[in-house]
């Protein structure tokens, strides 16, 4: 459903879907119980300024009664926001497709505590282009490359490649050595090189992280090859053949090799402000797809490094 409200300074408006009929006898009364949060007579001026439109752009006013619209659209008060003291990098752009560097801590798009400080508003901002959408996402704590459809025409089409696994994607993780590594038979828990682990993994109701279901049929697949170790780390590549949330750092905790800097695998740690010095060190290294528009074959491959890497120290 497009919004009436364009795009402002990189963000979209917020669309906020009403009851019909209830207790409420305005949309003001509605909207100052259900963000309850809020002051509600600084609420009740934005009505007043026109800031609260219909979905054909008409402004409500304070008396407008539940019912009479379904939908409203309007500006989020912005966060306040910590800086996010790194650059989103643009790789490539052209008519249909704009393929970015994204670094460590940023998210893809905006959410609670961040708005300015995402790939998607930067990008936006910074390219002129308010219609930019991600076709896919990474995790706010994963660097490297992130894809985005610059034209609705055409977004569908490169949509359909993630649904369809129809895209290549090659991941680095770095990990802390695990106990009883043998560097003349590199294994993780009794497997060796190349690994393909597979489990169940599921979304947990309220909770940060994905549950792992042992009885149920796997719905989740990662081919892990061994890149590189030393005396401290442990370098692996991974080749994901599904995409379910927070699959790679599952998988590797799962077979003891949890990723270095995690703080929700093997074990949930306590939320602390973000150590810019200790990203967690798992990146987007590679895309690799048919470009369904085109029919040529596209490859990206991220500029950016694991800090934690074996020889990355300059040893």
């Given at each position: 459903?497009?919004?009436?409200l ?33 002051d ?35 500006y ?31 998210p ?26 991600p076709?896919?996402r ?7 490359l992130l ?8 977004r ?64 989740s ?14 370098h692996?590549?991974?080749r ?9 750092r ?66």
């Amino acid at each position: 459903m497009a919004s009436p409200l364009p795009v402002r300074d990189g963000v979209g408006a917020t669309r906020l879907h009403l009851p019909m009929s209830g207790e409420w006898p305005t949309v003001g009364a509605y909207m100052a119980e259900r963000f309850f949060h809020l002051d509600p007579e600084r609420l009740l001026r934005r009505f007043d300024r026109g800031e609260i439109v219909a979905r054909d752009g008409t402004a409500l006013t304070r008396e407008t009664p539940l019912g009479a619209h379904e939908f409203v659209w309007y500006y989020r008060d912005p966060p306040v926001e910590r800086e996010i003291p790194f650059e989103v990098e643009v790789l490539h752009q052209d008519r249909d497709l704009v393929v970015a560097d994204k670094p460590h801590f940023l998210p893809t798009t905006p959410g609670g505590k961040y708005l300015q400080n995402s790939a998607l508003v930067r990008l936006r901002n910074l390219l002129g282009i308010p219609e930019l959408t991600p076709i896919h996402r990474l995790d706010r704590a994963t660097a490297g490359l992130l894809m985005f459809s610059t034209r609705p025409e055409t977004r569908g089409a490169y949509q359909l490649l993630f649904q369809d696994r129809e895209v290549e994607k090659v991941y680095e993780a770095v990990s802390a050595l695990p106990e009883g590594w043998d560097a003349a038979s590199p294994a993780l828990a009794g497997q060796p090189f190349p690994i393909v682990y597979r489990n169940h993994i599921e979304k947990a109701r309220s909770s940060v992280c994905v549950r792992v279901d042992a009885e149920r049929e796997p719905n989740s697949e990662t081919l892990i090859e061994l890149i590189d170790a030393d005396e401290r780390v442990l370098h692996t590549m991974l080749r994901p053949h599904s995409g379910k949330m927070h699959q790679l750092r599952v998988h590797l905790a799962a077979l003891g090799a949890g990723i270095l800097n995690d703080g929700f695998y093997p074990e949930l740690l306590p939320e602390v402000p973000d150590d810019f010095g200790r990203p967690l060190q798992l990146l987007a290294r590679e895309l690799r797809f048919i470009d369904p528009l085109s029919g040529a074959p596209r490859e990206f491959v991220t500029a950016r490094t694991l800090q934690e890497a074996p020889g990355a120290h300059g040893g």
